[in-house]
């Protein structure tokens, strides 16, 4: 029995030493899993700062260049509304240039009118005239004509 207790002891004193070994190798390995982790999350982490600080460089490029653009497009916008309230400033009110419209307009019937009017006298003194004339040039010729048969 004794020997069976020398196997037992010898068995366990090796499953104690496999275990201790396996334990071993197993916390290295952890060791070593924990370490490569550690590496990895520290470059990602750099790669993710770098990431971000080139972003944020580039963001903070594109709102100067939109800030830019905004300040010229309002710039734009200022002169505009400048342009447009000087020609405003300018211009007549519609209801005043309807009115003036109107005046004129009156103004041309009444000079047409007294168009039609004078025509219509000056058109039959003329004729008058022309009556006139002719009869003194009927006058004119019977003289010249009777003149020479007359001695």
Same mark, same amino acid.
């Given at each position: 029995?004794?020997?069976?207790?020398?196997?037992?002891?010898?068995?366990?004193?090796?499953? @104690?030493?496999? @275990?201790?070994?396996?334990?071993?190798?197993?916390?290295?390995? @952890?060791?070593?899993?924990?370490?490569?982790?550690?590496?990895?999350? #520290?470059?990602?982490?750099?790669?993710?700062?770098?990431?971000?600080?080139?972003? $944020?460089?580039?963001?903070? #490029?594109?709102?100067?260049?939109?800030?830019?653009?905004?300040?010229?497009?309002?710039?734009?916008? @200022?002169?505009?509304?400048?342009?447009?309230?000087?020609?405003?400033?300018?211009?007549?009110?519609? $209801?005043?240039?309807?009115?003036?419209?109107?005046?004129?307009?009156?103004?041309?019937? #009444?000079?047409?009118?007294?168009?039609?009017?004078?025509?219509?006298? $000056?058109?039959?003194?003329?004729?008058?005239?022309? $009556?006139?004339?002719?009869?003194?040039?009927?006058?004119?010729?019977?003289?010249?004509?009777?003149?020479?048969?007359?001695?």
């Amino acid at each position: 029995m004794i020997q069976f207790d020398k196997r037992y002891e010898q068995r366990f004193e090796d499953l @104690n030493k496999a @275990n201790e070994q396996r334990f071993s190798d197993l916390g290295k390995a @952890n060791e070593v899993a924990l370490a490569a982790q550690k590496e990895a999350l #520290k470059t990602a982490s750099e790669t993710t700062d770098k990431a971000l600080g080139t972003a $944020g460089v580039a963001v903070e #490029k594109a709102l100067i260049i939109e800030r830019q653009s905004t300040k010229d497009k309002f710039d734009t916008l @200022n002169e505009t509304v400048k342009r447009i309230e000087t020609q405003i400033a300018v211009l007549i009110p519609r $209801g005043e240039v309807t009115e003036k419209i109107d005046a004129v307009s009156e103004r041309v019937k #009444k000079s047409e009118q007294r168009l039609d009017r004078g025509e219509g006298s $000056g058109q039959g003194k003329s004729q008058v005239w022309i $009556g006139i004339i002719a009869g003194l040039g009927a006058v004119v010729a019977l003289v010249a004509f009777l003149i020479p048969h007359l001695k």
